[in-house]
């Protein structure tokens, strides 16, 4: 929000926006209301307006109901539309009844877009004018309206007939530009750049920077704008998006508030889920190894490496995964392009698997020449074994890993739900599958 | 960069400046730069200040020497200095020499400072003004120097003796503001936000996203201006940092540029290093199962549940490694909270851990009574066994994922240096002493 408002007084007066939120956040809900009440409006909007005040909705809701209405009012319409989505219907209704009509028709508009969406984090207080102004016509207007809209940088020019929208005109060139010229001579010469309600806020931010925006315009099909998205809410949801992508890369629930103001109880239901699928999918390795057991009863010395041989499996994956993860992200690589992964990845996986397995050879060459161990007369061809199933691992644990995130997109689901353990877990099983195979191929008739 | 630039012609005429970019990432170098060389100026400017143009270094050193210069004085100067940055010193030196004096002394400025650090994003080109003038004098001011400055979106106003800054006007604040009256009276109230030449990218994101800022001043120590850093030099940052924290997350070295860009043996080289030192820690499990091959020939049962129990273990891990990074790294969390995170942690890890548990017994209870499989006289206590390993291990596997970003950020490394597969390493040789020591207790006398 590039809103600034009057100087502060009241009980924060002391604080500036920013540590003021963090004070509130402090407090519990009823000190934090009746802080809120007392401060002046424009600052209490401001203050509402901050996503780091964590409990906003619940603040306005314990607020006198005028003062919170005439708040939602005078607050930027993206804002009062997330705080009024979080609270319970019945109260949410009682607030917006109260409000003018054209900013219930304005709340309930943004409202109905899905999480996540552009239309979800736009703001319709933005300004347009008809393309046959003229540029002095058009600051003038500016000057009027600023205190009302979220952002002044970019002025959407629009046909005046169909309310279409013709360009964009930064403030920057519009108050550079000859007054007595028209409007369309200060905008730029490409056609502008636009994203429509349902745009993924990742799309939103790709064009953003993509373009060096301030703000992007949403369009309808008609092409007239329904909203604009700021730079600042860009930003705000890249960090949303960016502390997901590490969760969930990590194997958790994307979490929704910062790590110490989640309940116990919210914090297992976070983490159990999850942990509990790659438990019951890591019971296929149990259920391998009882396979084997024949196998391992008769070289024991194979089990010395099941650790080590499994983790290389994963960690190869997990590696691939998080880059491929990224570049489909920031749209680098395309779904069609799986061919030209696989083609890289085959090669990458065969050279690191030959790195590893020459050091696992080494690991047991130097053991068995030192005197540390005794993997007894067939101990060569037991570095062999375990040099072949590292190749072989880390060839397959690299491909699945770069494949699962294109898997993934391709099922409809985000690519960005393939995590480091979901990949672990793929590759252990086929990992003990490939070991134990290469083992009776190469150690069949002397250890097996 | 918010400049905006007169229509394009030339050879690139057809594309807008984004797409532009994509065909020359297409091209070879001599090709590239034979289309940048023909292109109006502005238009060249515009193609190289472009973070997605991967090769704007080398495209720039093919120009003849006067364009390349004059290419360099016109564009965005932290950008330029990022371009010469990536050329070897002679050629740096070459086309530096033939820049005029102020920008060489600017650019030669900029580009000491450390990758990462405000000084290195940051760019001289911005506006300010003496404390003593009028609002109409500084917009008159603003307009004439507007084509030279990458924003003016914020005005620096300076304290007219010693130049130190005083306070910051926001475009929107002066054009509405009365021209008569003194340019500090459409100031800010609060007093302005800044960083120094040294502080991280990361910090310098958070501040201008907590304070809503289009731009951020860099100040040094006699709190006169540098520079500033402008939002859009931040989303890039962020987008950066975003990808940095996934790829090592993952362990993987960051990449520098789009996978399907690096070449076969430098993405062997990011990945290889990660995957060989994770391979030489994880070659202790082979030392503590060596360790343990008593225990294993006497009950070769305990040998199939190694994987499960393990991977548990590093999964939990994981999962507390990736939520204390990004709470270390949005300072949600200090370094002085690590015991509050510890007593999070171990009730949080004994839950998930009894969970787990318990579906290791159910597992091997419902095996062992519907017939799937024998675990002998003992199946009990060996059900007791993995259910006690569990519990111990994923309670280890939380408390030490949890605290190795803290132990990091401690020994002054970045804390999202932790990756999954280092706390997955880390937990696994652990995770073996702490299941057969509880298999010693509890089956001793029994199976061991």
């Known amino acids: 929000m590039f809103k600034q408002h009057p100087t502060a007084t009241g009980p924060l007066a002391a604080f500036n926006t920013a540590d003021a939120v963090e004070h509130l956040n402090r407090l519990d809900l009823a000190e934090a209301a009746h802080l809120v009440a007392q401060v002046p409006p424009a600052r209490g909007v401001r203050l509402l307006e901050q996503p780091e005040l964590t409990h906003a909705a619940q603040i306005l809701q314990r607020l006198p109901p005028a003062q919170a209405s005439a708040l939602l009012d005078a607050m930027a319409d993206d804002r009062a539309a997330d705080l009024l989505l979080a609270l319970e219907t019945d109260k949410r209704e009682r607030l917006i009844g109260a409000l003018p009509a054209t900013t219930q028709q304005a ?58 929208l013709q360009q964009v005109v930064t403030l920057r060139r519009l108050i550079t530009a000859d007054p007595d010229a028209p409007i369309l001579d200060a905008a730029q010469t490409n056609p502008p750049v636009f994203v429509t309600p349902t745009t993924d806020q990742e799309e939103v931010a790709r064009l953003i920077r993509r373009h060096d925006l301030l703000a992007i315009p949403v369009l309808d099909p008609q092409r007239q704008v329904v909203g604009i998205v700021t730079v600042d809410d860009v930003l705000d949801a890249l960090i949303a998006e960016s502390n997901e992508d590490v969760h969930r890369f990590g194997g958790v629930e994307a979490l929704d508030r910062p790590y110490m103001q989640i309940g116990f109880l919210a914090m297992i239901r976070k983490r159990a889920g999850w942990l509990s699928v790659l ?39 997990g590696q691939a995964t998080s880059l491929l993860i990224r570049s489909l992200a920031l749209q680098e690589i395309r779904l069609r392009d799986w061919w030209r992964v696989v083609l890289r990845e085959l090669p990458t996986g065969m050279t690191l698997g030959a790195i590893l397995g020459l050091l696992g050879i080494a690991r047991i060459a130097t053991w068995q020449l030192a005197g540390f161990y005794d993997y007894g007369p067939h101990w060569m061809l037991i570095a062999l074994t375990i040099g072949a199933a590292l190749l072989g691992i880390v060839t397959f644990g690299s491909l699945a890993g770069s494949m699962l995130p294109f898997i993934l997109q391709r099922l409809g689901f985000d690519p960005a739900s393939a995590s480091a353990p979901f990949v672990a877990t793929l590759v252990d099983v086929s990992g003990l599958v490939i070991y134990f195979s290469i083992a009776a191929a190469i150690l069949g008739g002397t250890l097996l």
């Open 279 to 317: 438990f019951l999918g890591e019971m296929l390795t149990a259920s391998a190894m009882q396979h084997y057991e024949d196998a391992l009863s008769k070289a024991l010395v194979l089990t010395l490496f099941i650790p080590l041989i499994m983790s290389s499996g994963g960690n190869s994956g």
């Open 107 to 164: 709340l309930r508009g943004l409202m109905h877009y899905p999480a996540g969406s552009a239309g979800s984090l736009m703001t319709t207080e933005f300004v347009s004018v008809a393309a046959d102004q003229r540029a002095g016509e058009v600051l003038q207007h500016v000057r009027e309206v600023e205190r009302d809209r979220e952002t002044i940088y970019a002025i959407y020019v629009l046909d005046p007939k169909t309310r279409a």
